[in-house]
């Protein structure tokens, strides 16, 4: 084989070897992904007594936005930790 021949095959053994990290990075990350998705699946379950008046403006929130009550108040919770830890920083 001439010296082209060799370099050509040694480009494509080095291919070969960074597509098998990438696929092996990869599954890394989905089963990250995974993992992350399931934990967030779990979730805990709280009696919360409001007002009604707050129920009734959370409820029409909710209506607004196309999502449950239940649904509302986590996103708006989610909110307010993450405001809370990007301003503890």
Same mark, same amino acid.
């Given at each position: ?9 040694? !480009? +494509? $053994?080095? &291919?070969? =070897?960074?597509?098998? *990290? ?9 089963? !990250? +992904? $995974?993992? &992350?998705? =399931?934990?967030?699946? *779990?979730r805990k379950q709280v009696i919360l007594r409001i007002p009604s008046g707050l129920w009734e403006e959370l409820s029409k929130w909710a ?27």
């Open positions: 084989m001439t010296g082209t021949g060799k370099t050509i095959d040694e !480009r +494509e $053994r080095r &291919l070969a =070897e960074r597509l098998e *990290k990438l696929e092996k990075l990869e599954a890394e990350v989905k089963d !990250r +992904e $995974r993992a &992350l998705l =399931e934990k967030e699946k *779990k209506d607004d936005d196309l999502r449950s009550i239940n649904g509302q108040i986590e996103y708006l919770l989610t909110k307010c930790v993450r405001e809370r830890k990007k301003n503890d920083r």
